[in-house]
C-alpha cells in the first residue's frame, strides 16, 4: 500500500493512504476555475485531496466492496488531536473487559474471584482481599477468614452474596463459608448474560471516547479545512469500529467458554 502526502503551506498537511497508489498517479491535475482552488490551499493538492475524497466515497457505494480506509499520520494532526493516545483510550476499554471476563465470570468459582469483590465498610470501600484472608478448603467451599476486621464480616458477607456470582455465603462468627455452586446449564446462561452486559457497558465507554475526541476534532473546523476534519473524523471512526469488533470476539469467545 502506497502513501500520497498532502501539504499546503496554508492547511494542516495530512497523510492519506489509498487503496491504488496508480490512481492517484493519473490524477488530473486542477483546471481554472475548479472549486478546490478556492479552499485557499495549493491549488494541486486540494484538487487531488477532493478527487481523493470522492474516490474514497464512490468506493464505499460499490457493490460487494468495503469502506475505503483512511490512515492518517498521527505527528502530522498533533495540533489538533492526540491518535495514540485516543488509541490507547480505546484499549483500554478493551483490557477492562478482558479483566472483568476473567475475574468475574468464571464456570467454577476460584478464591482469587472473590479477592476484588469491593465491600462497603464505616471507612469507605475495600476489595475483599484488603479485609480478610481467603483460602479455598476444598472445590465445593471458600473461606474467608475476617479475624483481622470482624467488624466487617456482616458487610463482607453482603457483598459477596450480592456480587452477581450466584454465591451463598454462610457466616459462622469471623468466618465466612462460601459454598460453590454447582454449574448447571441456568448459571452457565446466566453467567452469558452477565457476559453480554458487560460488554455492552464497555460499548458505550468507547462510545463516550468517540464523542470525546470527535468533538476535540470539531473544535478546529474554523482553522483546517473541511476535508482534514472530515478524515480526521473517519479515521475515530474506524478506530471505534475495530475495537468494537475487537470485543464482539471478545464475547463470542466468553460465550462459547461459558455454554460449553
Given at each position: 500500500?502506497?502513501?500520497?502526502?498532502?501539504?499546503?503551506?496554508?492547511?494542516l498537511?495530512?497523510?492519506?493512504?489509498?487503496?491504488?497508489?496508480?490512481?492517484m498517479?493519473?490524477?488530473?491535475?486542477?483546471?481554472?476555475?475548479?472549486?478546490?482552488?478556492?479552499?485557499?490551499?495549493?491549488?494541486?493538492?486540494?484538487?487531488?485531496?477532493?478527487?481523493?475524497?470522492?474516490?474514497?466515497?464512490?468506493?464505499?457505494?460499490?457493490?460487494?466492496?468495503s469502506?475505503?480506509?483512511?490512515?492518517i499520520?498521527?505527528?502530522?494532526?498533533?495540533?489538533i488531536?492526540?491518535?495514540?493516545?485516543?488509541?490507547?483510550?480505546?484499549?483500554?476499554?478493551?483490557?477492562?473487559?478482558?479483566?472483568?471476563?476473567?475475574?468475574?465470570?468464571?464456570?467454577r468459582?476460584?478464591?482469587?474471584?472473590?479477592?476484588?469483590?469491593?465491600?462497603?465498610?464505616?471507612?469507605?470501600?475495600?476489595?475483599?482481599n484488603?479485609?480478610?484472608?481467603?483460602?479455598?478448603?476444598?472445590?465445593?467451599?471458600?473461606?474467608?477468614?475476617?479475624?483481622?476486621?470482624?467488624?466487617?464480616?456482616?458487610?463482607?458477607?453482603?457483598?459477596?452474596r450480592?456480587?452477581?456470582?450466584?454465591?451463598?455465603?454462610e457466616?459462622d462468627?469471623?468466618?465466612i463459608?462460601?459454598?460453590?455452586?454447582?454449574?448447571?446449564?441456568?448459571h452457565?446462561?446466566?453467567?452469558?448474560?452477565?457476559?453480554?452486559?458487560?460488554?455492552?457497558?464497555?460499548?458505550?465507554?468507547?462510545?463516550?471516547?468517540?464523542?470525546?475526541?470527535?468533538?476535540?476534532?470539531?473544535?478546529?473546523k474554523?482553522?483546517?479545512?473541511?476535508?482534514?476534519?472530515?478524515?480526521?473524523?473517519?479515521?475515530?471512526q474506524?478506530?471505534?469500529d475495530?475495537?468494537?469488533?475487537?470485543?464482539?470476539?471478545?464475547?463470542?469467545?466468553?460465550?462459547?467458554?461459558?455454554?460449553?
Amino acid at each position: 500500500m502506497m502513501a500520497v502526502a498532502l501539504r499546503c503551506s496554508r492547511h494542516l498537511p495530512a497523510l492519506l493512504y489509498c487503496s491504488s497508489f496508480a490512481v492517484m498517479r493519473a490524477l488530473p491535475r486542477a483546471p481554472a476555475g475548479c472549486p478546490a482552488l478556492l479552499l485557499g490551499a495549493c491549488g494541486q493538492c486540494a484538487h487531488q485531496l477532493l478527487l481523493t475524497r470522492q474516490l474514497a466515497t464512490k468506493k464505499a457505494k460499490g457493490k460487494g466492496q468495503s469502506q475505503a480506509r483512511v490512515n492518517i499520520s498521527a505527528a502530522l494532526v498533533e495540533d489538533i488531536i492526540d491518535l495514540e493516545e485516543t488509541k490507547e483510550d480505546m484499549q483500554a476499554v478493551v483490557e477492562a473487559l478482558k479483566e472483568d471476563f476473567s475475574r468475574n465470570l468464571s464456570v467454577r468459582t476460584s478464591p482469587g474471584a472473590l479477592d476484588h469483590i469491593m465491600v462497603m465498610t464505616k471507612d469507605g470501600k475495600f476489595p475483599l482481599n484488603q479485609l480478610g484472608q481467603i483460602s479455598q478448603k476444598s472445590p465445593q467451599l471458600i473461606i474467608v477468614n475476617m479475624t483481622d476486621f470482624p467488624e466487617s464480616t456482616a458487610a463482607a458477607t453482603k457483598a459477596i452474596r450480592e456480587s452477581g456470582m450466584n454465591l451463598n455465603p454462610e457466616v459462622d462468627g469471623t468466618i465466612i463459608r462460601v459454598p460453590v455452586p454447582k454449574v448447571t446449564r441456568e448459571h452457565r446462561e446466566n453467567l452469558a448474560k452477565l457476559a453480554k452486559q458487560s460488554t455492552n457497558k464497555s460499548k458505550e465507554a468507547l462510545r463516550k471516547v468517540r464523542n470525546k475526541n470527535i468533538n476535540q476534532i470539531k473544535k478546529f473546523k474554523n482553522q483546517v479545512s473541511e476535508d482534514t476534519i472530515w478524515m480526521l473524523e473517519k479515521q475515530i471512526q474506524q478506530m471505534t469500529d475495530s475495537t468494537t469488533a475487537e470485543m464482539d470476539k471478545l464475547l463470542a469467545a466468553k460465550t462459547k467458554e461459558l455454554l460449553g
